[in-house]
């Protein structure tokens, strides 16, 4: 599973509310990235890092902003939650399969985000 | 959006051999084609990936035609346990750099006992 956790799993809030997503790894990886996925939609890159203090914005990026102050920890936060932003939520960290000369994505459990 | 057509839903017999296409007519020289899945609830998971030779490993085959403009995953005998949502992903960026995937709606393969 590549070390990788989310934290909370499963949130609910009120649409105006600022809320944190956390993912942690334990394996020391460079890139991390954060995705949603919704209903035919699959999943949609919002932002990722490759490193600390660096990130870069995805395809839906709008409401959302991330930190990374310490390389095991990647930061997702929306300012002020709205119902469009009722979501599943991935963290994923990019590492090298043995043999490989590419990095593959490997991702974490998900959060499961409600805004009211 | 992705650069890859996949049927929506797939069946297939438990034990079987399980075909999945993917479509990809514009795909670039130097863009490799990968698969992901995702069992229900969970996280994405790494199947395989394959530039222009055929590739194989633990999990399943990977078949890419001649031209690249097709490629086509096989789990050569299917189990329950491969129910999942199969992602066919073009490769936007260089390995190491920003490794950015782009995902569609992928095929819901069901296998049947």
């Known amino acids: 599973d590549a070390g990788i956790t989310q934290s909370p799993r499963h949130k609910v809030t009120e649409t105006g509310t600022p809320v944190t997503l956390r993912c942690h790894q334990t394996e020391n990886h460079r890139y991390m990235y954060w995705y949603r996925q919704d209903p035919g939609h699959g999943l949609r890159l919002i932002h990722y890092?490759?490193?600390?203090?660096?990130?870069d914005k995805g395809e839906v990026s709008d409401g959302y902003s991330v930190s990374r102050s310490k390389t095991e920890d990647f930061l997702l936060t929306l300012e002020s939650a709205t119902s469009s932003q009722t979501s599943v939520y991935f963290c994923a960290i990019s590492a090298r399969l043995a043999g490989d000369s590419y990095n593959e994505q490997f991702f974490g459990p998900g959060t499961r985000l409600t805004v009211l | 959006d992705a650069k890859t057509t996949q049927p929506t839903s797939m069946d297939c017999a438990e034990g079987r051999a399980a075909n999945l296409p993917c479509n990809h007519s514009t795909i670039s020289g130097n863009e490799y084609v990968y698969w992901y899945r995702q069992i229900h609830s969970q996280g994405p998971q790494y199947i395989i990936h394959g530039l222009k030779n055929n590739e194989t490993n633990e999990m399943a085959s990977l078949i890419i035609t001649e031209d690249r403009k097709s490629s086509t995953l096989i789990l050569p005998h299917a189990t329950l346990r491969d129910t999942a949502v199969y992602y066919c992903i073009v490769r936007v960026g260089y390995g190491g750099a920003t490794n950015k995937l782009i995902f569609g709606t992928g095929t819901l393969l069901a296998v049947q006992p």
């Open positions: 890092s490759y490193g600390v203090k660096d990130t």
